[in-house]
């Protein structure tokens, strides 16, 4: 059994995409620096409705997998294929562009806050090209248990052991059955509160704190992560988090490597330029999320 420790962290960045929406990008935000199986992180949150009413209009995606986790606010998701999907407060859509999508992702909202997360899984080349899918998974789908160390946690994705009075055993989030065998955990911690989690102990691993503040490891040895920031987790099986005095809002996510050339040009991300070229033809030639 070895213990995750903090390898290093990623720094988030101000940046704005779409039509000018502001947001914090911190995987993926320095050019060709991925974190295999991760291309991108953004942290969008604000009340100001001048930083999100702009939205993200028409674009495409082809290569891999976006995944949007609501906090606060809604949006609404519509593509080529004719998919609407409402976006609302702990919902999630899980987006997988494979070949392509065409899709708009716009507030449905003309004030208050909107808060939430966009993180990009690549896919592997044998996947790359697969028909597009999509799933909305409402806020009702995704599992919330009490942890038995206080707090709470929802499961987006992977699996929890929970050791509570109400349940005791594995739980499973929504989305499963992915090559990445992605983990996606929202963790509410009160001050001082600890948290373990099982992690593949091949797997990429990193939490990045939204509010408050963490530690990793125990002890002496524990090390603070900034919050705002992907502190990225050095190999092992399990790592434990400690919630910092004003508690602790983050997620932890994980995800198996793929290990192949990555090679991007904005919303395209395949495995070599001949095949980035190719998308940017597909898509000037009105091909890119047609059928094979
Ligand atoms: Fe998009």
Redesign the pocket.
């Known amino acids: 059994m070895t213990t995750r420790s903090l390898q290093h962290v990623i720094q988030s960045m101000p940046t704005s995409d779409g039509a000018g929406v502001k947001l914090r990008r911190s995987i993926g935000a320095q050019r060709g620096l991925y974190l295999d199986p991760f291309l991108m992180l953004d942290e969008f949150g604000t009340d100001n409705p001048g930083d999100y009413i702009a939205g993200?209009p028409a674009?495409p995606?082809r290569g891999f997998e976006?995944v949007t986790y609501m906090l606060d606010g809604r949006m609404q998701h519509r593509d080529h294929l004719g998919n609407v999907g409402d976006l609302g407060p702990g919902g999630v859509q899980w987006m997988t562009a494979g070949r392509g999508v065409i899709?708009s992702?716009m507030p449905l909202q003309e004030s208050g806050r909107m808060r939430g997360f966009q993180l990009w899984i690549n896919l592997p080349a044998a996947e790359k090209m697969k028909p597009a899918g999509y799933r909305d998974i409402p806020a009702t789908e995704i599992p919330e248990h009490a942890l038995p160390g206080g707090g709470s946690v929802k499961v987006i994705a992977g699996t929890v052991d929970i050791d509570g009075a109400a349940v005791s055993g594995p739980v499973n989030g929504p989305a499963s059955r992915l090559s990445t065998d992605p983990l996606y955990l929202d963790l509410a911690l009160p001050a001082g509160a600890r948290f373990t989690q099982a992690i593949g102990a091949a797997h990429t691993a990193f939490v990045y704190a939204y509010e408050g503040s963490l530690s990793i490891g125990d002890g002496p040895a524990a090390k603070a992560v900034p919050r705002q920031a992907a502190g990225v987790l050095t190999p092992g099986d399990t790592v434990t988090l400690t919630a910092g005095p004003d508690g602790l809002r983050a997620v932890l996510i994980a995800g198996k490597p793929i290990g192949e050339p990555v090679v991007q040009y904005g919303?395209f991300v395949m495995n070599t330029r001949d095949e980035i070229e190719q998308a940017i033809r597909d898509y000037n030639d009105g091909t890119l999320a047609s059928a094979a």
């Open positions: 993200f674009h995606h976006t899709h992702e919303p």
